[in-house]
Nanobody
Framework: EVQLVESGGGLVQAGGSLRLSCAASGITFDDYTIGWFRQAPGKEREGVACISVSEGSTYYADSVKGRYTISLDAAKNTVYLEMNSLKPEDTAVYYC????????????????????WGQGTLVTVSS
C-alpha cells in the first residue's frame, strides 16, 4: 500500500520560498513517478510537477516553470518541491501522489487515477 506524507507547508510572504517534502513508504520507490498537485479554494486540482524516480526526468506546469524545482533523495524515499518567487496565487493545499504508471509529463499529471495520495499541506502566500 502506497503511503505518502507531506510536510513543509506554511505561511510565507510574496517573493519568498518554501520547500515541501513527500516521504513515501510501502512502495518500491524506483518503480514510481511522483507528482505534486495543488488545489486552491473554489478551483480545480492542478498538477504542477512530476518526476520519474528511475529516470530522474521532470516536468513542470507552465504556471510554475522556472520557479519550482522537483527533486528526490532515493536513500530517503523522499521527493521535494522547492518553491521560489512565490505569488499569492500559489496559495493552495499541496498534495503529492504516486503511481507506477510509467512516464511523466502532462499526460501523467492528467491521469484520472493515481495509486496513492498524501494528506496535503497548506501553503499560504501573503501579498
Amino acid at each position: 500500500e502506497v503511503q505518502l506524507v507531506e510536510s513543509g507547508g506554511g505561511l510565507v510572504q510574496a517573493g519568498g520560498s518554501l520547500r515541501l517534502s513527500c516521504a513515501a513508504s510501502g512502495i518500491t520507490f524506483d518503480d514510481y513517478t511522483i507528482g505534486w498537485f495543488r488545489q486552491a479554494p473554489g478551483k480545480e486540482r492542478e498538477g504542477v510537477a512530476c518526476i520519474s524516480v528511475s529516470e530522474g526526468s521532470t516536468y513542470y506546469a507552465d504556471s510554475v516553470k522556472g520557479r519550482y524545482t522537483i527533486s528526490l533523495d532515493a536513500a530517503k524515499n523522499t521527493v521535494y518541491l522547492e518553491m521560489n518567487s512565490l505569488k499569492p496565487e500559489d496559495t493552495a493545499v499541496y498534495y503529492c501522489a504516486a503511481d507506477s504508471f510509467p512516464g511523466y509529463g502532462s499526460a501523467w499529471l492528467a491521469l484520472n487515477y493515481l495509486e496513492g495520495w498524501g494528506q496535503g499541506t497548506l501553503v499560504t502566500v501573503s501579498s
